[in-house]
């Protein structure tokens, strides 16, 4: 006869009912509420003209962005800081350029708007976000901050897959010169510099971690920025891209511009009766290049093409991924450029240029001939504050509030408006301090209630200033100060003071000035009391500031302009 004690005859029923039960670990996550919070993707062109991609207007292939302009909005009116390192700067911060501390480029001039990287007051998206359920990440060029204390795992990115510097390579190729090493492919991953193997692609490179994050993604809401170098230079370009464009360019930059004027027209990014400024006065007219050398300047235009159409294939892809995880329709996605097209050429930068122009051993740029194109219908290029160096293409996608199809032509919008939407849409409030010590406020404006179709005009007024040229544009009105032009001996007096009816003249081609003088004058007061506030400095100042720095190194005296 077989017995059981009392205690057995318990613990083995205990060991049944436990079977029985669902796994606890398993009914915790069940359970647990998921966080719903869309996800937000930032993706930044870098030199890329507002002309340049297939829904403003363009014959480039960009058929992922065109996608998302379609099912998305596209708004007509929107502004970026006029170059690299400030428009970086005021991204990631929601704050005019020289309020993060970037209001030039990245040299620390040893005062407040001009330290070339982002100020401790300034926290970045990544930032606000992470301690509040976010994951992010950042993949691409960053450019504010090339020490380690200033990289993106400093600034609140848990990964990273960067660029670091302001332009290189695409591929792992050093200059000759030690004088160039700025421009070495710096690249950490995850904080640790990083070392590229054969077959290193940049654009590619960045696509790829791009869609590694996003898979390795858990439940939380995540924020990304994917700042792309394309399309700056070197236009590095891959044969299959090249071979697109081989040819399409024979036209020239004079009809190619009418071609693209024609197309804003059609699809409604400008108005019919926006005017097509003339060619920049130092261009030659296409007619007028040798036979000899036309062959040259449309490779360099189908470079510019292959670059930005690989862009966009890898945009494809994180598009993509987002659907494979059925995450697409609960991500905002927006993109936008850093500057207008680039005019530089480079003349001086010592790199191997015995290959094909596009190849590894190539240093090619486009020139200010087909940068005027980029920036069709407006003038002038990146650095200036004309429409040309400061207008950018902008898309927003994302279906659960955005209706599709939406083109936004009276919202007048800034790139420092990126952080306040993206705390908007996450419900986090900016801090009042960070680490015992006040934040100042951002600058920037939430783009939310205009994706709703509340807000129809955005910012009463915007203000620029980079190394010296400035602009206000306050309704149909913009005041400007020409591109500056210096040289050892000083500031060129003669530089003064513009303004132009934007509405009627959006290619800034009739200065009104003398016809307006009362309102050009309360316009530049609002200026001076904006810039007062704003830590930015004078032109003279600034080239008195500069030309010491440079002094103090024993480098070159400024460039002319």
């Known amino acids: 006869m077989i017995s059981f004690n009392s205690s057995k005859i318990l613990f083995l029923l205990m060991v049944v009912l436990l079977a029985c039960q669902p796994n606890v670990q398993q009914q915790t996550d069940e359970n647990r509420a998921k966080d719903t919070r869309p ?57 005019y350029p020289h309020l993060a501390g970037v209001g030039a480029m990245n040299e620390d001039f040893g005062r407040p708007g001009y330290e070339g990287t982002i100020r401790a007051d300034a926290p970045t998206i990544a930032q606000l976000l992470q301690p509040e359920g976010y994951n992010t990440y950042h993949v691409g060029k960053w450019h504010v901050g090339s020490q380690e204390k200033d990289w993106p795992k400093q600034k609140g990115f848990q990964k990273d897959f960067t660029f670091v510097n302001g332009a290189s390579s695409y591929y792992n190729l050093k200059p000759f010169s030690k004088r160039h090493d700025s421009l070495y492919l710096k690249l950490t991953l995850n904080g640790e510099l990083y070392r590229p193997g054969q077959g290193f692609y940049m654009t590619d490179a960045f696509s790829d971690y791009a869609v ?54 059609a699809m409604g990014v400008i108005t019919a009766d926006t005017p097509l400024s003339a060619r920049a006065e130092d261009l030659p007219p296409w007619e007028d290049i040798p036979e000899a050398e036309r062959d040259r300047y449309e490779t360099l235009m189908a470079l510019y093409a292959a670059v930005i159409d690989r862009m966009d294939q890898g945009i494809g892809r994180v598009i993509k991924v987002l659907e494979e995880k059925e995450e697409l ?11 207008g097209g680039s005019p530089e050429q480079m003349p001086n ?35 200036w504050v004309q429409e040309g160096g400061i207008a950018t293409p902008f898309i927003a996608h ?88 210096v040289d050892e001996t000083g500031w060129n007096s003669q530089i003064e003071w513009q303004l132009f009816n934007i509405k009627a003249d959006p290619s800034e081609t009739n ?51």
């Open 39 to 95: 996800n937000i993707i930032v993706i930044l062109a870098d030199d890329m003209g507002y002309a340049d991609l297939g829904c403003f207007g363009s014959e480039i292939q960009t058929p992922n962005l065109d996608r998302l302009a379609d099912n998305g909005m596209r708004m007509t009116k929107f502004y970026n800081a006029a170059r690299c390192c400030p428009s970086r700067a005021s991204i990631l911060t929601g704050k």
């Open 212 to 265: 590694k994050f996003i898979k390795e993604d858990d439940d939380k809401p995540f924020f990304m920025y994917l700042a792309y170098t394309a399309p700056h230079w070197p236009l590095h370009a891959l044969p299959e891209d090249i071979a697109k464009y081989k040819g399409k360019y024979a036209m020239g930059w004079d009809s190619l511009r009418v071609q693209r004027y024609e197309s804003m027209k």
């Open 398 to 485: 994302w279906p659960k509030q955005i209706a599709k199809g939406e083109l936004n032509d009276t919202y007048l919008g800034h790139i420092m408006d990126i952080l306040p939407t993206s705390l908007d849409i996450a419900g986090v409030a900016y801090p009042e301090e960070l680490e015992g010590k006040p934040v100042p406020a951002y600058t920037g404006k939430s783009l939310l209630p205009a994706f709703k179709g509340e807000d129809l005009y955005g910012h009463e007024a915007l203000f620029w200033e980079h190394e010296g040229v400035r602009a206000m544009r306050e309704g149909d009105w913009k005041l400007v100060s020409n591109k500056y032009l």
């Open 329 to 339: 329709d609960n991500t905002l996605i927006v993109f936008v450029s850093d500057n």
């Open 511 to 561: 200065n009104v000035i003398g016809q307006q003088a009362a309102l050009a004058e309360k316009m530049i007061a609002k200026y001076e009391t904006w810039a007062a506030a704003s830590w930015v400095i004078s032109p003279q100042a600034f080239f008195d500031m500069k030309a010491a720095w440079k002094k103090e190194r024993g480098l070159p005296p400024a460039r002319k302009y």
């Open 349 to 383: 930068v010592v790199y191997p240029t015995d290959g094909e122009l596009g190849s590894e051993r190539s240093f090619p740029t486009y020139g200010a001939h087909w940068a005027n194109v980029s920036n069709t219908p407006f003038r002038y290029y990146k650095g």
